[in-house]
T-cell receptor, first 112, second 112 residues
Framework: GEDVEQSLFLSVREGDSSVINCTYT??????LYWYKQEPGAGLQLLTY???NMDMKQDQRLTVLLNKKDKHLSLRIADTQTGDSAIYFC????????????WGAGTKLIIKP | NAGVTQTPKFRVLKTGQSMTLLCAQD?????MYWYRQDPGMGLRLIHY???????AKGEVPDGYNVSRLKKQNFLLGLESAAPSQTSVYFC???????????FGPGTRLTVL
């Protein structure tokens, strides 16, 4: 079945780059997403990438997709305290009838 | 344009009580979803709807019912609440021909 996996925690120093990784198993992915959830808040769509793209950049965010290895990453440049949140990787696939398949989320901890 | 809204934001129930969570969207989206979020797990789909008057079961539908009498509203009902239903519930919506889902702020439900 479909599966999306992420590390549960990532700790980085303020000002460094953060790289959050995600792996998935379904090769019929259509879109892959990164959602951000700040403490006590809802889910905010950060960015997404179509499955035939390798990279997408949006200001401080860079998404890299390696389809061969089924690996997705989110790089946040110049990490700030406001970036503290849980980051969820998700995909939609043909096999899931375009429902979202979610990772468990990576909690990004910023050290001063 | 409020996007996706959910009421209530918080609720505490006793085992066996019933309640309805309301999701509303003003984006004229066809698809609507109810998820639950539990610690250390990705979001799990409870029920979804592909249009007014239609609903379908997701990954974890047991103990929940839904209704979509109006396009803009998607109701999630718990007929007899159980402690296992303590969770944060998120509603989402999307356009019919786009994959991206937009989320509400969530409802934190505690069942004692």
């Amino acid at each position: 079945g479909e599966d999306v996996e992420q590390s549960l925690f990532l700790s980085v120093r303020e000002g460094d780059s953060s790289v959050i990784n995600c792996t998935y198993t379904d090769s019929s992915s259509t879109y892959l997403y990164w959602y951000k959830q700040e403490p006590g808040a809802g889910l905010q769509l950060l960015t997404y990438i179509f499955s035939n793209m390798d990279m997408k950049q949006d200001q401080r965010l860079t998404v890299l997709l390696n389809k061969k290895d089924k690996h997705l990453s989110l790089r946040i440049a110049d990490t700030q305290t406001g970036d503290s949140a849980i980051y969820f990787c998700a995909e939609t696939t043909v096999d899931s009838n375009y429902q979202l398949i979610w990772g468990a989320g990576t909690k990004l901890i910023i050290k001063p | 344009n409020a996007g996706v809204t959910q009421t209530p934001k918080f609720r505490v129930l006793k085992t066996g009580q019933s309640m309805t969570l309301l999701c509303a969207q003003d984006m004229n989206h066809e698809y609507m979803y109810w998820y639950r979020q539990d610690p250390g797990m990705g979001l799990r789909l409870i029920h979804y709807s592909v249009g007014e008057g239609t609903t379908a079961k997701g990954e974890v539908p047991d103990g929940y019912n839904v209704s979509r009498l109006k396009k803009q509203n998607f109701l999630l009902g718990l007929e007899s609440a159980a402690p296992s239903q303590t969770s944060v519930y998120f509603c989402a919506s999307r356009e019919a021909h786009r994959d991206t889902q937009y989320f509400g702020p969530g409802t934190r439900l505690t069942v004692l």
